[in-house]
């Protein structure tokens, strides 16, 4: 699975691994594009039938072949995947890219303003790299990031600790861009071991116009 997107939380053991991957703190925004990525994960029939959504590490994909490969990897009797279509904030910064999306949203990112909602408190308007908007050339990856944290002054509402899901990938992947037709979802079906999972479109759709907008917004819309 190539086209595997990591959490970011995980990127301080790569660079221990790797010394010369840099770390948020040392890059800066050079460009944002929309684009779309694949959540895959699964249900099953648990104690007294009861039916349990299982969230697996390696879940999010930047094409359907490899949420797919996740899928066939992971699958056990009983077990159904579902693979949705997000969209996500691409962001640029020359060494590798840094997604970020939300699951469990009907319109990921609505709550997201890219100006900030309120004033800082006097320690974060001393942190270097301190803007009221980062969706900006140039801003620090590291408070970028941060600005999408749960409880950030960034949002309308509070958030779910879980819900917003920053990834990245070290490998140099090929993304669908994203547009303002309806995104897809599937459920998969099996007809035994010995087969590939097979796949059905299904209704539920979810709404790219928040993420959209914040991409028009940034200005970046009118350079590429």
């Known amino acids: 699975m190539d086209h595997v997107l990591t959490r970011i939380e995980t990127l301080k053991t790569h660079i221990v691994i790797d010394p010369t991957i840099k770390g948020p703190e040392d890059l800066r925004l050079r460009s944002i594009k929309a684009v779309k990525i694949y959540y895959c994960f699964y249900g099953r029939n648990a104690w007294q039938s009861k039916w349990v959504h299982k969230y697996a590490q390696n879940c999010m994909h930047s094409s359907f072949e490899s949420a797919k490969e996740f899928a066939e990897i992971n699958r056990k009797q009983g077990s159904v995947f579902y693979i949705e279509e997000l969209p996500a904030l691409y962001i640029e910064s020359g060494d590798y890219p840094i997604l970020i999306t939300q699951i469990n949203k009907e319109c990921p990112l609505i709550n997201y303003s890219a100006t900030a909602l309120k004033e800082p408190d006097v320690k974060l308007s001393k942190i270097n790299g301190y803007r009221n908007n980062y969706l900006t050339f140039g801003a620090s990856l590291k408070p970028l990031i941060l600005s999408f944290r749960y409880d950030s002054r960034f949002w ?32 998969s079906s099996s007809f035994g071991k010995k087969y590939y999972l097979s796949w059905s479109e299904m209704k539920k759709n979810i709404d790219p116009k928040a993420v959209l907008c914040l991409y028009n917004e940034s200005g970046f819309n009118q350079k590429t």
Not at 171 to 185: G, I, R, V
Request: net charge positive; glycine share 0%; no cysteine.
């Open 156 to 187: 309308q509402r509070p958030q779910a600790e879980n819900t917003t899901i920053i990834l990245y990938s070290k490998n140099k992947l090929e993304y669908l861009l994203l547009k303002t037709t309806e995104l897809k979802s599937w459920k």
